[in-house]
Nanobody
């Protein structure tokens, strides 16, 4: 059973870069055909797929966030990381890491989820 756990600061100042790490256990992030995504939910809104890193290391981003988003990985630690630059209060959300077998940007298709971590953007 794949287990995911998000970690990172809960408070980020406007204009700074938000950085979160997802630590994976019970499976390798290089397992064939698995995709590892970041998904967020702002208060009172729905879930939003932000981007993914594939088992191969290839990355995919939501067009609306592509200019500010970077996803990378550390295979030795079995972790992948989200960086979101130039944050504003509108980036306040619960951030989730998630995984599935095969590429998808459709949130309901994700099988494995972390518990989520609240990030607030405020001065």
């Amino acid at each position: 059973q794949v287990h995911l756990q998000e970690s990172g600061p809960g408070l980020v100042k406007p204009s700074q870069t938000l950085s979160l790490t997802c630590t994976v256990s019970g499976g390798s992030i290089t397992t064939n055909y698995y995709y590892w995504s970041w998904i967020r939910q702002p208060p009172g809104k729905g879930l939003e797929w932000m981007g993914a890193i594939a088992y191969s290391g290839s990355t995919y981003y939501s067009p609306s966030l592509k200019s500010r988003t970077s996803i990378s990985r550390d295979t030795s630690e079995n972790q992948f990381t989200l960086q979101l630059s130039s944050v504003t209060p509108e980036d306040t959300a619960v951030y989730y890491c998630a995984a599935r077998d095969g590429y998808s940007d459709y949130v309901p298709e994700y099988d494995y989820w972390g518990q989520g971590t609240q990030v607030t953007v405020s001065s």
